[in-house]
């Protein structure tokens, strides 16, 4: 099976990607079939790639004022791509220089942020890019109570924490092998999370035990969190961090047998594992 990343995009996969770094749909075709078949004149670029005759020298021009076309100038005119190598180091490039712009401008205007305040943040991906930023930011510990699908983003971010000397200590709620010391096997807690919370997944990571991001995740990708320095709440996702790894221990201490025993006999056991009621 070929992986996903050795997967040729297609012509309409490209379009919209040219489209997303400043290209016209006319602009995108004209260039990709440059690509394909040059050098050509105005009216076989037309019909090659779609473009109206009435659009296409208009189309044309802007090409020549980004830099992607290069014209012969004969009877009639001739026009082949800019080797799209060349194209892309220099869009890279400005786009580099935009972006490095933009740090020096706002530099001087981020503002200082109250560390007491809560804020909030939607949707899955959004949440695990902050987890993911904030274990970049780490210069002593992570604390994390993790599942496979937010691992196959935030493994890399670990791994190279740990490799920083950063202490790790991982939960981990399912099979994914994190490959660092201190990352726990925790499945069975997530089985039993899961029933409790009908599919949710309570997620929770903590930078040096004062930044905190804390969220609920489905697996659609939808999803809400916070992020935090309010000690009391990084303090107390640190600890629920340290609980559920030692909650782990005492039960492979315990035997699955013993424990699946107790959670049938013991009231407060049952009351505790019971699922959660929560709106649609």
Not at 21 to 39: I, N, T, W
Not at 269 to 277: A, F, H
Request: contains cysteine.
């Amino acid at each position: 099976m070929i992986g996903e990343e050795n997967r040729v995009p297609t012509d309409e996969e490209l379009l919209g990607q040219m489209s997303a770094v400043g290209f016209s749909q006319y602009e995108a075709r004209a260039y990709l079939a440059l690509l394909k078949r040059s050098p050509v004149n105005g009216h076989e670029l037309s019909r090659n790639a779609g473009v109206p005759p009435s659009k296409i020298y208009e189309t044309l021009g802007r090409l020549r004022n980004k830099g992607a076309v290069l014209a012969y100038e004969s009877e009639p005119t001739l026009y082949a791509p800019v080797p799209y190598a060349e194209l892309l180091a220099r869009m890279r490039q400005d786009v580099e220089g935009t972006f490095r712009d933009l740090e020096k401008g706002f530099e001087g205007l981020a503002p200082e942020y109250d560390a007491g305040l809560t804020w909030s943040v939607t949707g899955g991906g959004n949440v695990v890019d902050l987890m993911a930023r904030a274990v970049g930011r780490a210069q002593e510990s992570v604390f994390a109570a993790l599942w496979d699908a937010e691992l196959v983003t935030l493994a890399s971010p670990l791994r190279e924490a740990h490799g920083r000397g950063i202490e790790l200590q991982v939960a981990v709620y399912g099979g994914f092998e994190l490959g660092v010391p201190n990352a726990y096997d925790l499945t069975l807690c997530g089985t039993s999370a899961q029933e409790r919370l009908g599919g949710r997944r309570l997620t929770v990571l903590v930078v040096d035990r004062k930044e905190a991001v804390v969220a609920e995740l489905t697996d659609g990708g939808s999803g809400e969190g916070i992020r935090t320095e309010n000690r009391v709440m990084s303090l107390l996702a640190t600890e629920y961090v340290k609980d559920e790894i030692m909650g782990m221990t005492l039960i492979d201490e315990l035997g699955e047998e013993r424990y699946w025993a107790l959670r049938e006999k013991r009231p407060e056991l049952i009351s505790m594992l019971k699922p959660e009621q929560h709106g649609p």
